[in-house]
């Protein structure tokens, strides 16, 4: 068994967000994210997988296939299907989450 603390030890970057891979392997990946105000995950796919994510701290600003943007908070789980187009923002507060992928491959 392996373990993470998902809610220490939290790096933001500047100008830009910081994915922080927590977990890597052939058969998926954990990624977690943090955005400071006004920074913006642009919008991209996952050709190869689902996308789950899980808010972990400040409310994000999400955009899904159909582009309508969305506010959502801490415990909230997005599902995205392989290859739907998908953004983030954060608005006002920093904010945090998890990004689940599998069957992902792994980044050369």
Known sequence: MQ???IHENLVFH???????PLFVSPTGRVLRFALRP???VREHTAPSSPVYLV?????????G?????????????????VGE?????AADEEV???AFLHGA???A
């Open 38 to 40: 006004g920074q913006v």
């Open 55 to 63: 808010t972990l701290q400040g409310a994000g600003v999400y955009s």
């Open 85 to 89: 187009p998908h953004a983030i923002r």
């Open 65 to 81: 296939g159909d582009g309508q943007e969305q506010s959502f908070g801490p415990g909230t789980l997005l599902v995205f299907d």
């Open 14 to 20: 500047d100008p830009n967000p910081y994915a922080e």
């Open 105 to 107: 491959p792994l980044a």
């Open 96 to 98: 945090v989450f998890l």
């Open 3 to 5: 373990s993470w603390s």
